[in-house]
T-cell receptor
């Protein structure tokens, strides 16, 4: 399949360790945030979302933290597995933008066995 | 799998030509959004269709146009192709405007 993110920031972690991927956003009007995972040759896959009235949300092995004061979003993956290797994008939108998503630049996560 | 399909998977066009890309939404989804993803970058919003009407548009020139059909499938048309149009084109469908967007696998367009 094609390569996604040839020159993206890369996070390399050992299998079983926790991963933290960070994202900064600039629009203070943003009120809905999503993390997507994109594997080579595939479209972005929804992981977890959070609205601006929350600062933390947990899913299965994933947690999203939102700090509106500094406009920062993070994705934490517990017990990282080889199947987690992919490019991760944060995306944001706001009420007046309908459903238009603005994506960040992405981070490549590499999991070492 | 998201249930969103796109065709073709890959295609190669020459500068100046026109191209049509197709997207079938997940069953029951009435909103389709199109994104362009250049290599090494995040997707950029092109436009969105809701119940056959354009509902929003990103910073793309008029030579990028679209359609949504009564069955909510969609087309992206690009006229007068330029080399910089080479990218992965993604469509995403959602149930209503505020719903989560589910992406298809994309169409890789190469303009030579």
């Amino acid at each position: 399949g094609e390569s996604v993110g040839l020159h993206l920031p890369t996070l390399s972690v050992q299998e079983g360790d926790n991963s933290i991927i960070n994202c900064a956003y600039s629009n203070s009007a943003s009120d809905y945030f999503i993390w997507y995972k994109q594997e080579s040759g595939k479209g972005p896959q929804f992981i977890i979302d959070i609205r601006s009235n929350m600062d933390k949300r947990q899913g299965q092995r994933v947690t999203v933290l939102l700090n509106k004061t500094v406009k920062h979003l993070s994705l934490q993956i517990a017990a990282t597995q080889p199947g987690d290797s992919a490019v991760y994008f944060c995306a944001e939108t706001h009420n007046n933008a309908g459903n238009m998503l603005t994506f960040g630049g992405g981070t490549r996560l590499m999991v070492k066995p | 799998e998201t249930g969103v399909t796109q065709s073709p998977t890959h295609l190669i066009k020459t500068r100046g030509q026109q191209v049509t890309l197709r997207c079938s939404s997940q069953s029951g989804h009435n909103t389709v959004s199109w994104y362009q993803q250049a290599l090494g970058q995040g997707p950029q919003f092109i436009f969105q269709y809701y119940r056959e009407e354009e509902n929003g548009r990103g910073n793309f020139p008029p030579r990028f146009s679209g359609l949504q059909f009564p069955n909510y499938s969609s087309e992206l048309n690009v006229n007068a192709l330029e080399l910089d149009d080479s990218a992965l084109y993604l469509c995403a469908s959602s149930l209503e405007l505020a719903g989560k967007q589910y992406f298809g696998p994309g169409t890789r367009l190469t303009v030579t």
